[in-house]
């Protein structure tokens, strides 16, 4: 997408047509519109994480850990009615796309996107305000790219969008067979730990997103001091098992309310989700292996997700060293459908603050079957049977954005 994008615009643009000569005797000067000019706009971001985890011995002992977190190179571009987007990281031996495409502004109403872009699923961008995201994260249903093509409608408080993607973002690079990509999506899976990490499962999985429909409304009311966004989100798509060659499916609704009051913000949501895969013969099908930033787990395939989430803008002085502090808790449960397998549940109470170029989170996370505050030997099953464990991580996300 980047390559497609880069063609683009190293296209010189069309000649215009010739305009009328003008009425004066004699002068044979012609004037005509300008062409539109190309505008770009690079940026990106360094990112490091300090970690503190009750589940890992080590760090009592040291003091908690710094790690590199991301390197990411951003860019916008228009070119008259044409817009276009791009983004790449780059983190600890893997890299991927996140978003490419490229789209045509036809109107002041629509826009038309084709590459990798957002799903229109759910809030968006974000129904969260920590660097963790809320739950549904973590199963491709919030902040989730795909390939494809989508449109979007927006007429004063309403918006309408579209979309029919043929695959999902990835794979890109790194070491596992499919999950090194930004987005979370049913992935195929190798068999033991070279995949799965220390919480293997018996055999290989298959499956993978294709042919996938997304349709969302939302509405915006006004009054006074209060906006209130109110939406419904619907997708549907299949689930093709490279193993058995058969089409299974998968589908997810969701309803929101996303409500500003002043300072204060309130995020509201419900999913629910279901994967219905077509495995081979005695395969478990209670989950489905979901991957990510290079590594995969089982999640299960069947369950609802609520989740809130509270932010307060402090106000702060226009001339200050110190432009933005939030302050905000982030809740989310994922109730699974399977009677053994153990729910989920993610509480994120933190502070964002923006100087300048640097932009800190921190997160202060307790959670139950979460795979990113859990010990090793379970962060695969944990967003599947989970291990009915509390564990507690705090985490501050360092980032230099230019």
Not at 89 to 113: C, I, N, P
Not at 163 to 168: D, L
Not at 285 to 308: E, H, L, M, N, Q
Not at 325 to 351: C, E, H, M, R, W
Request: charged share 15%.
């Amino acid at each position: 997408m980047l390559v497609l994008t880069a063609l683009l615009f190293s296209v010189p643009p069309p000649v215009p047509p010739p305009a009328p000569l003008s009425s004066a005797p004699g002068d044979t000067t012609r004037t005509a519109e300008q062409p539109p000019e190309l505008e770009v706009d690079v940026g990106g971001a360094l990112r490091y994480n300090y970690v503190y985890r009750d589940y890992r011995e080590a760090d009592a002992a040291e003091g908690g850990q710094l790690l590199f977190d991301t390197f990411r190179i951003n860019a916008e571009a228009t070119y008259g009615p044409i817009r276009s987007g791009a983004e790449y990281r780059f983190y600890a031996g893997y890299h991927m796309l996140k978003t490419g495409w490229v789209g045509y502004q036809a109107s002041d109403e629509v826009l038309v996107q084709a590459g990798v872009h957002q799903v229109p699923f759910g809030i968006t961008t974000y129904a969260s305000n920590s660097w963790f995201f809320q739950l549904p994260y973590y199963a491709g249903l919030e902040d989730d790219h795909d390939a494809g093509l989508k449109a979007t409608y927006t007429d004063g408080p309403l918006t309408v969008a579209g979309a029919f993607y043929k695959q999902a973002d990835g794979p890109f690079t790194g070491s596992s067979l499919a999950s090194a990509r930004y987005s979370y999506d049913v992935v195929p899976a190798r068999e033991g730990a070279l995949d799965y990490g220390s919480a293997p499962v018996a055999e290989a999985r298959s499956n993978r997103e294709v042919n996938q429909g997304n349709l969302k409304a939302t509405y915006t009311l006004e009054g006074g001091a209060v906006t209130a966004e109110l939406g419904a989100s619907g997708q549907y798509g299949g689930l093709y098992n490279d193993a058995t060659e058969r089409m299974g499916s998968h589908w997810a609704a969701a309803g929101h309310a996303n409500v500003t009051a002043g300072p204060i913000n309130a995020k509201l949501q419900l999913i629910r989700y279901e994967h219905a895969p077509e495995n081979p013969a005695g395969q478990d099908s209670d989950f489905v292996v979901f991957g990510a930033y290079d590594f995969p787990y089982k999640v299960a395939a069947d369950g609802t997700f609520y989740s809130a989430a509270l932010n307060y803008s402090v106000p702060m002085p226009e001339d200050g060293l110190v432009s933005t502090v939030n302050v905000y808790n982030d809740f989310s449960y994922l109730d699974k459908d399977p009677a053994a397998y153990s729910d989920t549940i993610q509480n994120i109470t933190g502070v964002s603050v923006g100087a300048g170029p640097v932009f800190t989170y921190f997160d202060l996370v307790l959670a139950k079957n979460h795979p990113f505050a859990i010990v090793g030997s379970d962060f695969a099953a944990a967003l599947a049977e989970g291990s009915d464990e509390w564990h507690a991580r705090f985490n501050v996300n360092l980032g230099l954005y230019f």
